[in-house]
């Protein structure tokens, strides 16, 4: 059945050498990649989501033929090494899981503290309490948000169990084949081991992209600034490198604050000023790989800044681009240009007298700035409340006040488009920026002067002709 991990009763056990499971949540359907002749291929069924949540990729070995009993030993030991190596890297992954799970138990555990203190403090209505009270339930309301994480980690920390568990099978499967050596050409065994291997990783790399269907409930990070700006980290920074960037109002304005962590721009206003050569236009910049990449006011120039060097590295202008309150989105603003970034790389998002107001998209070079590929789209600019992409299709929102809901798609790779119907929550009526950071997986907002994040359901499907 879809979404269950499945195994070959009748199957000799050394026929059972590779089941992996590969759990990734993304989903809701289940899609089977079938070879050409089941019996002597591998099978790959893939789920983008069972009924717990969970993303599955699930592998069956095929039938063995029957060899000579050259006794290969070498080969198998290094199969056996390989499938330690993995073991050990599961150790890791296990080890630092269970450390985040024992912060996060130790978060719950304060928050239950507090729930119950706060508990106390409502029932005893004595006047002296009044200030401790209302100093508790403001602690409460800023770890409220913080629910969801701590649900996350603790389904992370199973899924991490459940993936030890399938190693550890498939060395016992490997222990017993090391007692029958001979029986097998390990040979075949080893290419074909390659070969599976080869088939997942192409299965992970399908699986990293997908189609957009829902969004979630917003997470106000923090409320800060004027009406409208942006903020964002960026998708290539190295591990460790958590700084946030915020950038205040949709003109005039040149000074971009660093935070060095999510934490220090959630809980302080420590941070530090880095001073751009010319005010932005709009509002929407984006951190990528070091470089801050702006539309310079009242232009359309695109220009891109070394925040270490704190040097200008390229500019260049994107052609027949209105600025100035030509072509912004609905909200006005100067948003005629919006850069932003996916798993694909960096893309413009702007309108042309050529295209009648139109949006136009273009992938850009993050290094030259020069425009790779454009696509002429039929939907009117300034009816778009925000935009953002996805795996290099481009979502468009109905409005930035009030209800608001996804429901405009064009798909670069395939020069289509369709009317969908995906709602979120406009927490606080009046979106001014709303990017897609393809590491987070995440919706970075700027809500009337809150900065809220959204996460993202993706779909996917696995063709058999893409492994």
Known sequence: APGRWRWQQDMHPARKLLSLLFLILMGTELTQVLPTNPEESWQVYSSAQDSE?????????????????????????????????????????????????????????????????????????????????????AKMDELRPLIPVLEEYKADAKLVLQFKEEVQNLTSVLNELQEEI???????????????????????????????????????????????GSWMTDPLAPEGDNRVWYMDGYHNNRFVREYKSMVDFMNTDNFTSHRLPHPWSGTGQVVYNGSIYFNKFQSHIIIRFDLKTETILKTRSLDYAGYNNMYHYAWGGHSDIDLM?????????????????????????????????????????????????????LYVTNGYSGGTKVHYAYQTNASTYEYIDIPFQNKYSHISMLDYN??????????????????????????????
Request: proline share 2%; glycine share 6%.
């Open 53 to 137: 949540g969970r993303c599955i990729c699930t592998v069956v070995a095929p039938q063995q033929t029957m060899c000579s009993r050259d006794a290969r030993t070498k080969q198998l030991r290094q199969l056996l090494e390989k499938v330690q190596n993995m073991s050990q890297s599961i150790e890791v992954l296990d080890r630092r899981t269970q450390r985040d799970l024992q912060y996060v138990e130790k978060m719950e555990n304060q928050m239950k503290g507090l729930e119950s203190k706060f508990k106390q403090v409502e029932e005893s209505h004595k006047q002296h309490l009044a200030r401790q009270f209302k100093a508790i339930k």
């Open 182 to 228: 001979g029986a097998y050409d390990y040979d075949e065994l080893q290419s074909r081991v390659s070969n599976l291997e080869e088939r997942l990783r192409a299965c992970m790399q399908k699986l990293a992209c997908g189609k957009l269907t829902g969004i979630s409930d917003p997470v106000t990070v923090k409320t800060s600034g004027s009406r409208f």
């Open 341 to 393: 970034v996916d798993e694909s790389g960096l893309w413009a998002v702007y309108a042309t007298n050529q295209n009648a107001g139109n949006i136009v998209v273009s992938r850009l070079d993050p290094v030259s700035l020069q425009t790779l590929q454009t696509w002429n789209t039929s939907y009117p600019k300034r009816s778009a409340g925000e935009a953002f992409i996805i795996c290099g299709t």
């Open 438 to 467: 393809p590491k987070d997986r995440a919706l970075y907002a700027w809500n009337n002067g809150h900065q809220i994040l959204y996460n993202v359901t993706l779909f996917h499907v696995i063709r058999s002709d893409e492994l």
